[in-house]
């Protein structure tokens, strides 16, 4: 009763350019805990009145059981080297992958620990650029507590094909997320391992990233958000430090009714040694029907320098941007 068959067109015209995807998508519920997913495009590109139509496509299958105690999947996917889609986004071309994964769940019949999740997965793409192949495969234990935490522990073994090389990216990856009371709610991450450094000339390097983010609500009309994220990248072959990347930024929301509320964000950006400031106002009377009203500064640590008459690195924040906004609309329906 769930299955369904729809079908999409998107075009982008111009006057000796065009952009043209037409293609099918469906689920068909082969029993009550699978299903099979399947979905093909195929674009025409025309560039300029000088040169022919080029076509493209997009075909991608999958398969999927899920039950409390099993879940495991089948998927293909090819995408031609030269499909477009204009009006969209895609993020790599010229591909064909297959990939499969198992997950079975274990239920303990007493503890902490409400269930235990035990994930393996295998995903091989071929470049079709260079006819070399990449993998990723990894094993990952997720356990979930009482009380809405949850956590996973994963392993990866990865290769990526870019700019024609193939370059290690597996990786330790560890995280946490949940209700630590019922005002605060709490996520942590960590990743370190193998990544490439994207650039005209790619090398091999390691890096580590890690994230925190912590939602405190005292009220139902007040929300605190404080994130901070920090990522490295270390040259694999002499361990040079390439860059330290930290984050922190703190968001403060107090809705006074249902139709005014105030946000205030503070952002500092140790790489760029910058500090963002930003306040909003926003009423909204009905959906459509709003105004809005802002205020931001960007501060630096700089300082002007009359002998080199240019601005050099310095200990004091200075304000160097700011900016006003206002904005009303008015929804008015026939």
Same mark, same amino acid.
């Given at each position: 009763?769930?299955?369904?068959?729809?079908?999409?067109?998107?075009?982008?015209?111009?006057?000796? *350019?065009? !952009?043209?995807?037409?293609?099918? %998508?469906?689920?068909?519920?082969?029993?009550?805990?699978?299903?099979?997913?399947?979905?093909?495009?195929?674009? #025409?590109?025309?560039? %300029?009145? #000088?040169?022919?139509?080029?076509?493209? *496509?997009?075909?991608?299958? !999958?398969?999927?059981?899920?039950?409390? @105690?099993? %879940? =495991?999947?089948?998927?293909? !996917? %090819? +995408?031609?080297?030269?499909?477009?889609?204009?009006?969209?986004?895609?993020?790599?071309?010229? +591909?064909?992958?297959?990939?499969?994964?198992?997950?079975?769940?274990?239920?303990?019949?007493?503890?902490?620990?409400?269930?235990?999740? +035990?994930?393996?997965?295998?995903?091989?793409?071929?470049?079709?650029?260079? &006819?070399?192949?990449?993998?990723?495969?990894?094993?990952? +234990?997720?356990?979930?507590?009482?009380?809405?935490? !949850?956590?996973?522990?994963?392993?990866?073994?990865?290769?990526?094909?870019?700019?024609?090389?193939?370059?290690?990216?597996?990786?330790?990856?560890?995280?946490?997320?949940?209700?630590?009371?019922?005002?605060?709610?709490?996520?942590?991450?960590?990743? &370190?391992?193998?990544?490439?450094? =994207?650039?005209?000339?790619?090398?091999?390097?390691?890096?580590?990233?890690?994230?925190?983010?912590?939602?405190?609500?005292?009220?139902?009309?007040?929300?605190?958000?404080?994130?901070?994220?920090? /990522?490295?990248?270390?040259?694999?072959?002499? /361990?040079?430090?390439?860059?330290? =990347?930290?984050? #922190?930024?703190?968001?403060?929301?107090?809705?006074?009714?249902?139709?005014?509320?105030?946000?205030?964000?503070?952002?500092?950006?140790?790489?760029?040694?910058?500090?963002?400031?930003?306040?909003?106002?926003?009423?909204?009377?009905?959906?459509?029907?709003?105004?809005? #009203?802002?205020?931001?500064?960007?501060?630096?640590?700089?300082?002007? @320098?009359?002998?080199?008459?240019?601005?050099?690195?310095?200990?004091?924040?200075?304000?160097?941007?700011?900016?006003?906004?206002?904005?009303? &609309?008015?929804?008015?329906?026939?």
């Amino acid at each position: 009763e769930d299955s369904y068959l729809g079908a999409i067109y998107a075009g982008r015209e111009l006057e000796d *350019h065009f !952009n043209r995807v037409l293609g099918v %998508d469906g689920m068909l519920r082969v029993t009550p805990w699978s299903m099979f997913q399947f979905n093909g495009l195929y674009s #025409a590109t025309k560039t %300029d009145a #000088a040169s022919g139509q080029t076509p493209g *496509h997009t075909i991608g299958v !999958n398969y999927g059981y899920g039950t409390r @105690d099993l %879940d =495991y999947s089948l998927s293909a !996917n %090819d +995408i031609s080297e030269e499909f477009s889609a204009e009006s969209g986004y895609i993020t790599r071309t010229g +591909i064909l992958g297959f990939a499969g994964l198992v997950r079975p769940k274990f239920y303990p019949q007493a503890g902490v620990v409400q269930r235990v999740s +035990i994930e393996i997965v295998s995903a091989q793409t071929k470049d079709k650029f260079t &006819s070399k192949w990449e993998t990723y495969n990894h094993v990952a +234990i997720r356990p979930a507590f009482l009380g809405a935490m !949850n956590a996973t522990i994963l392993y990866a073994y990865a290769t990526e094909i870019f700019s024609g090389e193939r370059f290690k990216t597996g990786s330790i990856q560890a995280s946490a997320s949940g209700l630590v009371t019922k005002q605060v709610r709490a996520s942590l991450s960590f990743r &370190s391992g193998s990544a490439v450094y =994207y650039s005209s000339s790619p090398y091999q390097g390691r890096s580590s990233r890690a994230s925190a983010t912590m939602v405190y609500q005292p009220t139902a009309n007040i929300e605190t958000n404080l994130s901070f994220v920090f /990522s490295d990248f270390f040259r694999e072959s002499n /361990s040079e430090k390439i860059y330290e =990347y930290p984050i #922190a930024r703190t968001r403060v929301t107090y809705q006074m009714n249902k139709y005014l509320f105030f946000r205030g964000i503070v952002e500092y950006n140790k790489y760029r040694r910058r500090m963002l400031t930003d306040f909003l106002a926003s009423f909204t009377y009905i959906p459509g029907t709003v105004a809005h #009203a802002g205020y931001g500064s960007l501060y630096e640590r700089m300082e002007w @320098d009359n002998t080199r008459s240019a601005y050099v690195d310095s200990d004091r924040f200075r304000e160097s941007q700011r900016g006003f906004f206002f904005k009303i &609309s008015y929804l008015w329906r026939l």
